[in-house]
């Protein structure tokens, strides 16, 4: 089943805020064996300058594979249907079954 945008934006938002938590705490660490000294608030701005750009990307290739993931004819963005993308096919199989009989 296909994921909602707003699913999609959920998504991108979590995996973004848990990395940039990841990142502050990886640059607590490693800056200091490079001999880079930043203080907390720099540190802070740093993870912060990549997150717009993060949450951007993340969004943008979930959407991006979920339109190349859908068969060619089979997109159908107005419905909620269980079977969403089906409608065409559907028609397809009961136009075949008019000219069977």
């Not at 200091?32 to 720099?42: N, Q, S, T, V, Y």
């Not at 990307?57 to 993308?85: A, K, W």
Request: aromatic residues 8%; charged residues 20%; contains cysteine.
């Amino acid at each position: 089943m296909m994921q909602s945008r707003r699913m999609s934006l959920a998504e991108s938002i979590t995996n973004v805020v848990v990395g940039y938590v990841l990142a502050i705490a990886t640059q607590l660490m490693v800056f200091p064996l490079f001999g880079i000294e930043a203080a907390f608030g720099e540190h802070l701005a740093i993870g912060f300058a990549f997150v717009g750009v993060s949450l951007a990307r993340g969004y943008l290739l979930r959407r991006l594979f979920e339109v190349i993931s859908l068969p060619r004819g089979l997109s159908c963005h107005h419905c909620t249907r269980p079977d969403h993308g089906t409608h065409k096919e559907t028609s397809r199989r009961k136009s075949l079954a008019r000219h069977v009989q």
